[in-house]
């Protein structure tokens, strides 16, 4: 089932003769499912190991001419300062967060505004996911995600934000939409906002997703819209 | 700079075929990346973990190790090399496996230690051997904890198909139990027992079972009835040459091999003469002429076969059969030998130059008589095209002959004079003017030495310069001629306005203190023969450096390291005995010897640079100690336990004008057990003189790791000496420990373990003297007769001269002077001249006469010192041990 969502949308990219290549790096603390979700994205199942990244993970997924390549970037500490050298000329970077792990909320605000004020990575837009929206008690409400993580305080950025589960594949179809979208400068949010498809939604999870987009004071593009 | 815009060709080109020429550049280039740009350079190369591509990958690798010492944060690729590890690329898995043990971290190892044990007993040999030798490095980088934890891997790989992966695991086994010596040599048994298939495991083999001969050898037992030695000798027959050649170099380097024991392996050997390959024959040569530096006569019965290879095409095998020929071959065929030498000496390396060089020169020591063709030959090499370490070697080569046979003074000097008008190395230079100024005045024409002198003062820089002035003034510092004061006075002259300071001040300081002034100027009058001598005396009194140079050199670079300047530098306090170095650690010295490239006893002439530490290192570095300074005396280490034992000790005495302190070096071999709080208790009872001790303990001493921990005790008198036997005991507690898991029992025991007692005699307080006198006669005089302490004995266990003199030496402590310690085995008389310094710096001298009777040998004693006490006390020392 999720090879055929994956289908569709390679289809679409290989109509795009100029997108055949996009950038991602993805961000986050330890044990947020970062690795899960790239998992998720490349082989299009959910695996369940519990080893934390040491450094980082490259997945290249090739599928007809098109090519995602995805930088796992392992979020412990030690590893936190290395995160921007892997940012520099990515078509988007991803900052997922554990929606349900409060303690940690903090750190992940700061995190996230440190590394999106470096000048290398001005003008990149940001994706960030609060992940594991199926546990009990998982901040699902976007507008308090925008508030906890202090989102529209970001400049220089786009930013938007999803409330995802990578475990029940919740709202993973609009996540790749959104990289898509995003996958290079050249694709304009009107063409991609055409491919959505409801079709490949998981309708037994039927937490409505939303998705708001934050701060956008540079772009002039429209927030992705809820599904 | 060049690496800089690599490194931004490497993040442009995307394309993996366009970005292996530059990588390729990277790795070649070898020259040093400042730590920013190796890690610029690195993250570059990190983002090529992308491509699934091969050949690129092999150059990540590669990039990635030769980064990985200078680039920071290279633990960002362990997940990358982590999934390598696990791909189903052989060659991904090898070279994955080698990057990551390089860049991990003790503690990351454990993370990774199961892929390793799965590897080691993986079908494939290149997976394996990767496994194996990444064990090693681990272990060699203080990350090999997990490594002990494989032996059952690593065993099972003994038996693998392929005869590399034998020879790693034969290594590596070797290296996880290197310090069990039971351990070792239950393996080597085995492995001799059944035969490793792989000749080059077959080759450690022999390696190792050379080292078990030597440290288990005794006096007294014959390398021939140790069970080892056979395998030894069945492998002189092997039919791999490597392996023979290794089975005779371990025989030949056996400790006191005899001439018998030796011969079959000189002559498989000598059958390598006459082979084919140059390796072979370059091999058995170079061996040979090894054992011919201490045991000509063993190698004699291949002359016919070296002579031979004095034509060989290749120039390092003609140049070692040459130098061992002149070692081996009778006195008349010195002559038609140098005439070889001197056809094709402008055709070979420096360094064989210089091993031609050091046979050369003890040749002349052992025929004398031949000196004059073989120092011609050294002067026309001093003409030779050549670099410095050859050149250097000549000069010392001069220096060692002018002090061995007095005769050939002149003869050297000259040569050395002619040597110096034509010298790029100012280094030399300045060394041969010293000497000059050091000798010249005391030859019977001093004033041609003058001439060569004053050259230098105007052809060369500074540096040269100066030596030259230094030289010029000794003439006048020791000449009475008034005649000759005048013409160095005029000499210097011109150097009184010499553009470099340093010239300039010493000619202005010479002037002053020789009164040579009154020449230079015509305004006074020259000072008369009365105030000559004492300006001549006072003068040299001025220049006395209290203590040998190295030493002040040692203190002087300690003291200005240590940042603290309180107290004004004291050129008084230096210590005047001469600094004990040891090889690095044991155990690097016994691999040194077993791996190394040990080119035999050619350390004479100082050629050899082995790496030495110095003993007092450790103690010095410890905070408790920081503050006293160096020590006067380190002693080598001393075993207190046996060999295989639970837990060995080692002891090294440091001793102090107010302190002993004793350092051990302790080593847990059971791998079941950690001790920690590991101290010795000391027992003073016995010694007289010693008071109160501090004692610091070793927090921990784990399984193969050797833990240091120490006693102080306090000096209770200056005068009254720490002689006798101090009973130690180690006291630790004991926590069992799981070998395989590494983990140990929460709750630990205490228990102690008997030591072997520690022996201080006179010896012990006795050390070497920081420089020889040149002249023991001279030094002998100034010492004075004051504290003069005369005794005769009758030396009843001992019935040959060479005997009693070695005892005496030992008892004593002390060093031959004048290669007086050469005793010929006939003698019936002989002179011994001791030197030495007595705890905390007082100078030692003996003059002792033996002479052979009918039933033992007598021995006629006069000692000075600078202390009655000390002369008597040893003297009794003497009449004690009777
Ligand atoms: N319940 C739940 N668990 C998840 C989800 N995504 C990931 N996890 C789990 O979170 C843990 C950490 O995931 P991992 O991908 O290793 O996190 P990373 O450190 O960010 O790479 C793993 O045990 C995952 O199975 C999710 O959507 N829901
Ligand atoms: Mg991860």
């Given at each position: ?227 | ?539 040299k009194q001025g220049m006395n450096i209290p203590c040998p140079v190295p030493n002040l050199e040692v203190e002087l670079t300690r003291y200005l390291?240590s940042?603290i300047?309180?107290t004004p530098f004291d050129m008084t306090k230096v210590s005047k005995a001469a600094l004990v170095t040891s ?29 030495q530490?110095d003993l007092a290192e450790e103690v010095m570095?410890t905070?408790?100690f920081s503050s006293f300074g160096r020590p006067f005396k380190s002693c080598p280490?001393k ?12 002891v090294i005495v440091h001793l102090y004008e107010a302190h002993v302190i004793l350092e ?23 010694v007289s003189g010693l008071g ?20 102080c005790i306090d000096r209770t008198e200056v005068d009254e000496y720490p002689l006798g ?34 022996e201080l005699d006179v010896a012990t307080l006795m050390a070497k003297p920081g420089e020889l006198p040149s002249s023991f006669k001279s030094a002998w005089e100034a010492l004075g007769p004051d504290n003069e302490v ?18 005496v030496m030992d008892l004593l402590g002390m060093t031959a002077c ?15 001249l001791l030197t030495g310094v007595f705890v905390p710096g007082v100078q030692v001298m003996v003059h002792a ?12 004693l006069v000692l000075r010192s600078e202390l009655h006490a000390v002369s008597e006390l040893l003297a009794n020392s003497i009449?004690?041990?009777?």
């Amino acid at each position: 089932m999720f090879s055929q969502l994956w289908q569709n949308i390679l289809e679409w990219l290989q109509n795009l003769f100029f997108q055949q290549e996009m950038e991602l790096t993805i961000l986050g603390l330890q044990n947020a499912g970062k690795t899960t979700l790239v998992n998720l994205i490349s082989t299009g199942d959910f695996t369940d190991d519990r080893i934390p990244t040491v450094g980082f993970n490259m997945r290249r997924v090739q599928k007809g001419g098109v090519t995602l390549k995805m930088w796992d970037l392992g979020g412990q500490a030690r590893f936190r300062t290395m995160w921007e050298r892997y940012c520099r000329g990515v078509s988007a970077v991803v900052f997922v967060i554990d929606a349900a792990d409060y303690d940690r909320f903090d750190t992940a605000r700061l995190e996230l505004q440190d590394i999106l004020s470096r000048r290398a990575l001005d003008g990149i837009p940001v994706l960030v996911l609060a992940n594991k929206s199926d546990l009990p008690g998982a901040v699902k409400d976007i507008d308090e995600i925008i508030n906890t993580f202090g989102l529209t305080e970001i400049n220089n950025h786009e930013v938007s934000v999803y409330s995802i589960s990578a475990k029940n594949r919740v709202n993973i179809d609009v996540t790749l939409q959104w990289l898509i979208d995003h996958g290079s400068k050249k694709t304009s949010a009107s063409t991609a906002a055409a491919v959505v498809n409801p079709a490949l939604h998981n309708s037994q999870q039927s937490t409505p997703a939303q998705s708001a987009s934050a701060a956008p004071t540079t772009s002039t593009e429209t927030p992705p819209s809820t599904s | 700079m060049a690496m800089v815009s690599d490194e931004r060709a490497l993040a442009k080109y995307k394309d993996e075929d366009m970005i292996m020429s530059p990588l390729l550049y990277l790795v070649g280039q070898g020259d040093r990346l400042t730590p920013e740009e190796a890690t610029e350079v690195f993250f570059s190369v990190t983002k090529l973990f992308q491509a699934n591509q091969p050949s690129l990958r092999r150059l990540v690798y590669l990039a990635i190790k030769e980064l990985a010492h200078t680039a920071e944060e290279v633990i960002i690729v362990t997940n990358c090399l982590t999934k390598d590890i696990n791909s189903d690329v052989d060659m991904y898995r090898a070279n994955a496996t080698r990057v990551l043990c390089k860049i991990t971290d003790a503690q990351m190892v454990q993370q990774i230690e199961r892929y390793l044990k799965q590897e080691i007993v993986d079908k494939n040999p290149v997976v394996a051997s990767a496994a194996l030798v990444s064990g090693q490095q681990l272990i060699m980088h203080n990350k090999g904890d997990v490594v002990r934890r494989w032996v059952n891997e690593v065993t099972q790989a003994l038996d693998h198909k392929s005869p590399m992966v034998q020879y790693h695991a034969l290594a590596l086994l070797y290296l996880i139990k290197q310090h069990d010596r039971l351990a070792v040599s239950k393996l080597v048994q085995s492995m001799c027992q059944q035969g490793a298939r792989s000749p080059m495991a077959t080759v450690l083999l022999v390696r190792y079972v050379a080292r078990i001969l030597s440290e288990e050898v005794t006096e007294g037992t014959e390398y021939k009835d140790m069970p080892f030695f056979g395998f030894l000798e069945h492998c002189l027959r092997h039919r791999s040459d490597i392996v023979m050649y290794e089975a005779a170099r371990a025989i030949a380097l056996l400790p006191n091999v005899s001439p018998a024991e030796l011969q079959p392996a000189v002559s498989v050997l000598q059958r390598f003469l006459v082979q084919s390959r140059p390796a072979v024959r370059f091999a058995a040569i170079r061996t040979l002429s090894m054992i011919a530096s201490s045991m000509p006569l063993a190698v004699t019965s291949c002359n016919a076969d070296m002579e031979v290879l004095i034509s060989d095409p290749n120039r390092s095998i003609a140049t070692l059969a040459i130098t061992t020929l002149l070692r081996t071959g009778s006195e008349n065929s010195i002559e038609r030998l140098l005439k070889q030498i001197q056809n094709f000496l402008c055709e070979i390396s420096d360094e064989f130059k210089v091993k031609i060089v050091v046979a050369i020169h003890a040749l002349c020591i052992k025929y004398p008589s031949k000196y004059y063709a073989l120092m011609n030959f050294l002067g026309n090499a001093l003409r030779e095209e050549g670099g410095y370490e050859f050149k250097r070697a000549i000069v010392e080569a001069y220096l060692g002959l002018m002090n061995k046979i007095p005769e050939s003074k002149e003869t050297c000097l000259s040569h050395l004079c002619e040597f110096i008008e034509d010298c790029e190395h100012a280094q030399l230079s300045t060394r041969v003017l010293h000497l000059l100024g050091k000798e010249g005045p005391h030859m019977p024409e001093p004033g041609k030495y003058i001439r060569y002198i004053y050259n230098r003062l105007i052809l060369e820089n500074a540096v040269v310069r100066a030596a030259a002035v230094s030289a010029l003034a000794s003439f006048a510092a020791e000449s009475a001629s008034e005649s000759l004061r005048k013409s160095v006075a005029i000499l210097l002259r011109q150097s009184l306005m010499d553009s470099d300071d340093e010239v300039r001040d010493r000619a202005v300081f010479f002037s002053q203190k020789l009164g040579l002034e009154a020449y230079q100027k015509k305004a006074t009058a020259p000072p008369g023969p009365e105030e000559v001598a004492e300006l001549q005396e006072d003068t040299k009194q001025g220049m006395n450096i209290p203590c040998p140079v190295p030493n002040l050199e040692v203190e002087l670079t300690r003291y200005l390291s240590s940042g603290i300047f309180d107290t004004p530098f004291d050129m008084t306090k230096v210590s005047k005995a001469a600094l004990v170095t040891s090889k690095d650690s044991e155990v690097s010295a016994r691999n040194e010897s077993l791996f190394g490239d040990s080119t035999g006893p050619d350390a004479g002439l100082g050629v050899s640079a082995k790496a030495q530490v110095d003993l007092a290192e450790e103690v010095m570095a410890t905070p408790e100690f920081s503050s006293f300074g160096r020590p006067f005396k380190s002693c080598p280490p001393k075993d207190l336990t046996e060999a295989e034992t639970e837990y060995t000790a080692k002891v090294i005495v440091h001793l102090y004008e107010a302190h002993v302190i004793l350092e051990f070096i302790c080593v847990n071999t059971l791998n079941d057990q950690l001790l920690e709080d590991v101290f010795i208790q000391v027992d003073t009872s016995d010694v007289s003189g010693l008071g109160g001790m501090t004692i610091v303990p070793a927090p921990r001493l784990a399984y193969g790791e050797p833990s240091r921990s120490y006693v102080c005790i306090d000096r209770t008198e200056v005068d009254e000496y720490p002689l006798g036997q101090l009973a130690c005991t180690m006291k630790f507690s004991v926590k069992d420990m799981d070998p395989t898991t590494g983990e140990a029992d929460e709750e630990g025991y205490e228990d102690e373990y008997g030591l072997d007692d520690l022996e201080l005699d006179v010896a012990t307080l006795m050390a070497k003297p920081g420089e020889l006198p040149s002249s023991f006669k001279s030094a002998w005089e100034a010492l004075g007769p004051d504290n003069e302490v005369a005794d005769s004995f009758m030396l009843e266990q001992h019935d040959s001269i060479s005997s009693a003199v070695t005892a005496v030496m030992d008892l004593l402590g002390m060093t031959a002077c004048d290669g007086t310690d050469n005793v010929n085995d006939r003698a019936r008389g002989h002179i011994l001249l001791l030197t030495g310094v007595f705890v905390p710096g007082v100078q030692v001298m003996v003059h002792a006469k033996f002479v052979l009777t009918s039933e033992c040998v007598a021995l006629e004693l006069v000692l000075r010192s600078e202390l009655h006490a000390v002369s008597e006390l040893l003297a009794n020392s003497i009449s004690g041990s009777d």
